[in-house]
């Protein structure tokens, strides 16, 4: 039997649902053909319920004619392959050294497994799917990362959209590891972030959006009300130099800053742990994470 205390919950989440769907509708209709890449990484990519909200919420994106391009690591996949082959991880200034031993087995995690089973997911739950690497097209080109004894870790030193702009174009979606090579053929290991910021900036994108473990840019780091929800280009620089962006958020702002110059419209930091993070920060007025911009007056 439902009470009317009952009555009224129920009428309260059916007005939630109405508003928000409400709310979808305007941007919907301006996103429309635009081109959205997103980093997926972090709890999102570990949490099976949380990788089943993410791989809807990219399949909705392009049921509603966005054009979105995923960019996924896969380090913890990585860490787990290498023990293993009993090959100690090890990392310097936060990079992890890839000998050729560890190159090998990056690349058969990142392009053999993790690609696959994205591509995959997304394939059975609608989409259409098509699972690259940097190699494939010479989609990346890549060149050393320079610091001394890393190894085989790479930068992007430069990007062909042909391979993905005519899959995008045909209704499929590219979803790109972040293995690359140089001019010579050797692989590098990249980092994603790094690899989703050039892509957004060389395919002019809408968006750029990095799936994260922390809820954005907070002024405190251990208080979530802190959330800075809109930030411009020179405030995340300033937050950088005041000590407030620090740690492994330096690299990660830099990279939505890197984009945001290059002319991407938005970029945006969000929290992957909360259920379909990407569709409140894509299409509600207040969003869940932190958008960044060129100028505080851009949208």
């Known amino acids: 039997m439902v009470t009317i205390n009952d009555s009224d919950y129920i009428r309260k989440a059916e007005a939630t649902r109405v508003r928000v769907l409400s709310e979808a509708l305007p941007y919907i209709q301006q996103f429309a053909g635009r081109t959205v890449v997103v980093k997926y990484g972090g709890a999102a990519m570990k949490d099976s319920t949380l990788k089943d909200q993410v791989i809807r919420d990219i399949v909705f994106l392009a049921c509603v004619g ?100 005519t899959l995008a174009s045909s209704g499929y979606i590219p979803v790109i590891s972040s293995v690359a090579a140089d001019e010579t053929g050797q692989a590098y290991n990249i980092n994603a972030d790094t690899v989703a910021g050039e892509l957004a900036a060389a395919l002019g994108a809408e968006k750029l959006i990095l799936l994260t473990d922390t809820a954005g840019i907070l002024r405190n780091p251990k208080d979530a009300s802190t959330l800075l929800p809109k930030v411009d280009i020179q405030q995340a620089r300033q937050l950088i130099s005041d000590g407030i962006v620090a740690g492994g958020m330096i690299p990660k702002v830099n990279c939505c800053v890197r984009s945001l110059a290059q002319g991407v419209r938005a970029a945006h930091i969000i929290d992957g742990r909360i259920p379909h993070a990407l569709l409140l920060e894509i299409f509600t007025d207040e969003g869940i994470g932190s958008m960044l911009v060129a100028s505080e007056y851009m949208a």
């Open 66 to 165: 966005l054009r979105p391009v995923v960019v996924h690591g896969g380090g913890p996949e990585i860490n787990s392959w290498l023990a293993r082959l009993g090959i100690e991880p090890q990392f310097k200034n936060g990079l992890r050294v890839t000998d050729e031993a560890t190159m090998d087995v990056v690349e058969m995690v990142l392009v053999g497994r993790v690609n696959k089973e994205l591509v995959s997911l997304i394939n059975r739950s609608g989409g259409k799917a098509v699972g690259l690497c940097g190699k494939d097209g010479n989609l990346i080109k890549a060149r050393p990362e320079g610091l001394e004894g890393i190894g085989f870790v790479g930068e992007v030193n430069s990007v062909d959209i042909k391979l993905i702009d």
